[in-house]
C-alpha cells in the first residue's frame, strides 16, 4: 500500500500536481471481505468493484468507506448499487444514463456518474466513441437525480501502442467539454489509470486511479 502511495505522489510531483487530488480508487474484484477491511485500515477510503452483484454480497461484511462500480452495468442490476454506491464510473449509454435516472427516483436517492469513453476504438472496450460524448452530455440536462462528474476510460491493449498517447487524447477530450455550460454536469474527475499504467495516467492529468493488483498481489479467490 506505501509503496503505491509513493509512486502517486512521485507521479503527481512529476505533473507538478498535489497527491491529495488524485483519487486511489483500491479495486476488490474477487478478493476476499478481510482483504478489503485491511486495506481501510491501512487507509483506503474508496473501493472500486466491477460487477454488482459482488457489492451487494459484501456490502454489509465491509468497513465504512465509499464504493465505485468500475464495471459494466446492466440495467437490471441497478437496484444492486443505486444504494449503495457512491458514483458509477461505466456509464455508455443514454439508455443506462435513463435507467439509472428511473432507479435513483424510486430509491430517493442521488447518484455521481461518470461517462466511460473508448478513446482507443478497441473493439474489446466498453465505452461510447469520443464523437458521442456531446449528445451524452447535453441529455443530462434532462435528468434530476443522476449527475455527471466526469470521464472515465480503460487504456488499451499494447498492441494499439502506448497507452500515454491514449491518455492524452482523453484529457483532451475531458478539457475540450470541461468549461462547455452544460446542465447537470460538473467535470472535475477523470478516472483512467490501473495498475500497469496508472502513473502515466496521472501525468496525463488522471484524478482518479484504480488500482487492484499492485495493492493487494494476484488474484487467487473466487467469488
Known sequence: MNSVRERIKKAAIESGRNENDIT??????TYPVESMNEAIRL??????ENRPQEIRNKYEFVDPVKWHLIGQLQSNKIKYVIERCAMIHS???VKLMDEIEKQAKAHDVDMDILIQVNISGEESKS???????YGMLEHAAVLDRVHVKGLMTIAPKAEFGDPEVHFKNMRSLFESVKNKNYKNVEMKELSMGMSGDFESAIRCGSTMVRIGSAIFGARTYNV
Open 24 to 29: 486511489l480508487i483500491a479495486v476488490t474484484k
Open 43 to 48: 487507509g483506503v477510503t474508496d473501493i472500486g
Open 91 to 93: 456509464v455508455d449509454s
Open 127 to 133: 465505452g461510447i466513441a469520443p464523437e458521442e460524448l
